[in-house]
């Protein structure tokens, strides 16, 4: 099994937004709210049956590219990083019953909801498993992939 380290954050992060961008665009064009009652407009701060809120995805972007850092900022954007992978986790979980019906109040197909519920349990595994070691100062945790000396 791979070593944890932060330097993996930021190439996770990279592969993984076109996804909630994808799922923005189809939200819009199916209009899929975060609740059977609501309506597009809620993918920036709520999210929906197809995205996460996209907040989430503009902080995780900075937290991996902040975690590959040295002190204070590297422990900051993995605890940024770890914050955000646990609210994926959790989305995708608790959160799927309602994603379900949101997706089809709107008549959007229950399978790119599962697609993306799906997609957020295996990132955020891969997520937490680099990110928590480095906010807790251990293992590989500096640019360079050493451990601290």
Same mark, same amino acid.
């Given at each position: 099994? &791979?070593?944890p380290?932060?330097r993996?954050?930021?190439?996770i992060?990279? =592969?993984y937004?076109p996804?909630p961008?994808a799922?923005? =665009?189809l939200s +819009?064009?199916?209009n899929?709210g975060a609740?059977?009652? !609501?309506?597009?407009?809620?993918?920036f701060l709520?999210g929906?049956a197809l995205?996460? &809120?996209?907040f989430l995805?503009?902080?995780?972007?900075a !937290? $991996?590219?902040? +975690?590959?850092r040295?002190?204070? @900022?590297?422990?900051a954007?993995?605890g940024i990083?770890?914050?955000?992978?646990?609210a /994926? /986790? =959790? !989305?995708?979980?608790a959160?799927?019953p309602?994603?379900f019906? $949101?997706?089809?109040? +709107?008549?959007?197909?229950?399978v790119l909801?599962?697609?993306?519920a799906?997609v957020?349990i295996?990132l955020?595994?891969?997520?937490l498993y680099? @990110?928590?070691?480095?906010l807790?100062?251990v293992g590989?945790t500096h640019?360079?992939?050493? $451990?601290p000396?």
């Open positions: 099994m &791979p070593t380290t932060p993996r954050l930021l190439p992060v990279l =592969a937004l996804v961008l799922g923005a =665009a +819009a064009a199916w899929v609740s059977p009652g !609501g309506d597009s407009g809620d993918m709520r929906t995205t996460p &809120p996209l995805p503009a902080a995780l972007l !937290g $991996a590219a902040a +975690a590959r040295r002190g204070r @900022a590297g422990r954007g993995a990083v770890t914050l955000v992978g646990a /994926f /986790f =959790a !989305g995708s979980t959160n799927l309602n994603d019906a $949101a997706a089809r109040a +709107a008549g959007s197909p229950p909801t599962a697609a993306l799906a957020h295996v955020s595994v891969g997520l680099n @990110a928590v070691p480095a807790l100062g590989a640019e360079s992939g050493a $451990a000396a």
